[in-house]
């Protein structure tokens, strides 16, 4: 981390919580700097900032930083962010949560917060297991991943949260991992500027559950494994991957490839920095509360 974030994000923690309770190398700590950084930024005031979380490993972080937080139950994070923000649809509310606390418990939750499009600012982190709770197989463990739950390997197809996304009308969907902290700072500051419904996707690493049954190495190894296992969003590159595949490049000695296989190739690389967004369309809070609640307050 460099000298001047480090200084940014000491003045956003709760220093009194500190040392946090998460693993030595966990990707954890460099998504909540890199989500102090985007408000900081931003130049949003952090009395105007809250952080919503459920339960789990994610779920710690709103007790270490300075803004209004509220550490809700299992999956219900984003019913709560809900609630707060039609009551104070000035303030910006982020929903920090895992990937099982987000897809599996709290996923009809989250689905409709997206499909009302409330203003909420969705940051979730996916490392492919339960990390708090012993290892489970969680919505997106790849197939053949081995946890807890799944020692031979699981066999279900992971969820895609872009897919849901876009189904269920999200305003704006952007993934990025914790091995590119600097385009994760961009993309939660877009996030932040979006109005309606708002989601950054986080690859992270669980090395400690998820890496050593699968044999992945350390965290400084999981880590430096995302850059070659996810796309980069150069305008260049994108629109090469937007022409049709020349299956009959292998070369001399190089048999080409089949349609199947350029489809698993496909399939089986996560995009970095994946973005969608639709036109702009109204945060609809303000439509949620009740006219006679109006006329209470004046």
């Not at 919503?52 to 994610?58: F, K, Q």
């Amino acid at each position: 981390m460099k000298l001047q974030n480090s200084f940014i994000l000491r003045e956003y923690l709760r220093p009194q919580n500190l040392p946090t309770t998460w693993c030595p190398g966990c990707g954890l700590g460099a998504i909540m700097s890199a989500i102090v950084q985007a408000v900081h930024f931003r130049g949003i005031d952090r009395r105007d900032v809250a952080m919503v979380s459920g339960i789990g490993c994610t779920g710690r972080m709103s007790g270490y930083v300075d803004f209004n937080t509220l550490h809700t139950t299992h999956g219900r994070a984003p019913a709560f962010a809900t609630g707060l923000k039609l009551a104070r649809p000035e303030m910006t509310v982020l929903v920090v949560m895992g990937d099982g606390d987000s897809m599996s418990i709290g996923g009809n939750h989250l689905i409709h917060a997206m499909r009302r499009n409330i203003g909420l600012k969705a940051i979730v982190v996916n490392n492919a297991v339960y990390g708090l709770t012993g290892g489970q197989a969680s919505p997106t463990t790849p197939v053949g991943g081995r946890t807890t739950t799944s020692e031979p390997g699981a066999f279900e197809r992971p969820m895609s949260l872009e897919t849901l996304a876009r189904a269920a009308g999200a305003q704006f969907y952007a993934r990025s991992s914790v091995a590119h902290v600097a385009s994760l700072v961009k993309l939660i500051e877009r996030s932040l500027a979006t109005p309606g419904f708002s989601m950054v996707e986080v690859v992270s690493n669980c090395h400690v559950l998820y890496g050593r049954m699968n044999g992945l190495g350390d965290a400084a190894q999981m880590t430096h494994a995302m850059d070659a296992s996810m796309r980069r969003t150069n305008p260049l590159l994108a629109k090469r991957a937007a022409l049709p595949l020349r299956l009959d490049a292998g070369g001399v000695g190089h048999p080409a490839a089949s349609v199947q296989d350029a489809a698993i190739h496909r399939d089986t690389r996560l995009e970095r920095g994946v973005i969608f967004e639709r036109a702009p369309v109204a945060d609809l809070s303000a439509r949620y509360r009740a006219p006679r609640y109006e006329r209470e307050e004046q």
